[in-house]
């Protein structure tokens, strides 16, 4: 790959000039919001200046410019991901709503009394709980792929759960706990094997590895702007045409129609039936340059870099003791997410001292409180990397660690 130019890169993130309670800030909440290069801020502050404009609407210069910009970065979208048509790009606020969209639209129609949901053990609230509610709403079935011991799919226990009664399957490409790269075909072959959908939470594995839908085999693809250097408040969904065309919305309002009379109306095409109202246009614009930066570094090179990070640190944090990770201890098939304990100090205790340390990371359950009950524990302590993380930030969160460790008493 080409030698990646980290300082290059650094350079490109104003925020990481930054200093936290007098330190140096080191970034290592990535799996909760990436932060954004010059060019995605640049890009949302020059469509404000210069195109300020709603889209789909008005027939001036500044709509007509709006609308092009929107349509534009759909067509990124779809290349970006590999979809075989750009109708199958809807951009919605985020994951969360992605995923919602599809319980809510293909989930009220196509599921009945009696059928069965598969997710898996590992998800993120947005790809339960939806899909829970659902459950109970249809009277349908709710069945849970159990992990292995270190923190993988048991992918022998989800060809016994996928029945010929499962009508969906969803789980996570990536997990924002336990950083495992899930093995999206493999799951998406046994749930087409029995007719069921293959449902995908992409939120932590867009901006990290390649995504080409079409090769995953995924029936809907739900991901976050925010997590790819894109600016909060926009996602996509992307959707089998044909599944998109049978489903129906779910807000309504303007831009999503064909035709309204009194008593009746009629949907616009896809994508733009699924579209209401006027949208995060400004964000739209930050995730085609998002997009752009992402491959002008290209992703092998953001692969192999972060491949990198996670071996150092995985070794410098076994090395910590007392200190349980959670999740596989090996780098194959995982991503810079750590989810740790030190010892008897809870999370947000420690995550504490490291904030004193300059050092940012999430405490809780990450919405994912399901996986916390199955670890045993209540809260844990993630640092999650990014391109712009370096080997260097791994001695300082590890530094800050032990100082934490002395500070409660906890020293060798």
């Not at 799919?153 to 495992?180: E, F, P, R, Y």
């Not at 996670?310 to 070794?315: Q, W």
Request: net charge negative; hydrophobic share 40%.
């Amino acid at each position: 790959m080409d030698k990646i130019d980290i300082e290059k890169i650094r350079n490109d993130f104003p925020i990481l000039k930054k200093k936290i309670n007098d330190e140096k800030l080191i970034y290592l909440d990535n799996a909760a919001t990436v932060q954004m290069p010059k060019e995605v801020l640049t890009a949302c502050d020059t469509f404000y200046h210069d195109a300020y404009s709603n889209v789909h609407r008005s027939s001036h210069t500044l709509a007509i410019k709006a609308t092009q910009i929107y349509e534009t970065v759909r067509k990124k979208v779809q290349k970006f991901i590999n979809a075989a048509d750009t109708s199958e790009i809807i951009f919605t606020s985020g994951c969360t709503a992605s995923l919602n969209l599809v319980a809510l639209s293909w989930g009220e129609s196509f599921i009945s009394a009696g059928d069965e949901i598969v997710i898996t053990a590992m998800e993120h609230h947005s790809n339960l709980i939806p899909w829970q509610q659902l459950a109970l709403r249809k009277k349908a079935k709710l069945k849970f792929i159990e992990l292995t011991p270190d923190g993988r799919l048991d992918m022998n226990d989800a060809a016994q759960k996928i029945t010929s009664k499962t009508k969906l399957v969803a789980a996570v490409h990536v997990s924002n706990v336990l950083g495992v790269i899930n093995p999206i075909k493999k799951l998406a072959s046994l749930a087409h094997k029995v007719g069921a959908i293959m449902v995908v939470d992409g939120a932590q594995a867009v901006g990290h590895i390649p995504i080409d839908v079409q090769q995953l085999e995924a029936d809907f693809y739900a991901f976050s702007g925010h997590k790819m250097l894109a600016p909060t408040g926009v996602g996509v969904l992307y959707g089998r045409k044909y599944l998109l065309e049978k489903m129906t919305p779910v807000m309504y309002g303007g831009e999503m129609i064909e035709h309204v009379s009194r008593f009746t109306s009629s949907w616009a095409e896809i994508p733009f039936k699924f579209e209401a109202g006027t949208p995060n246009i400004a964000g739209v614009r930050g995730l085609g340059a998002a997009i752009d930066y992402l491959n002008k570094i290209s992703f092998q090179t953001i692969t192999e870099y972060e491949q990198e990070l996670t071996d150092c640190a995985l070794n410098a944090l076994k090395k910590i003791t007392a200190l349980t990770i959670y999740g596989p201890l090996t780098s194959k098939e995982r991503l810079p997410i750590f989810s740790f304990n030190l010892d008897k100090i809870h999370a947000h205790d420690l995550a504490t001292i490291l904030d004193a340390e300059g050092v940012e990371v999430r405490a809780g359950h990450h919405c994912a409180e399901p996986l916390m009950t199955d670890l045993g524990v209540i809260a844990t302590v993630r640092a999650s990397f990014y391109i712009y993380n370096t080997e260097k930030d791994i001695d300082i969160l590890v530094e800050a660690i032990e100082k934490a460790k002395d500070f409660f008493n906890h020293g060798n």
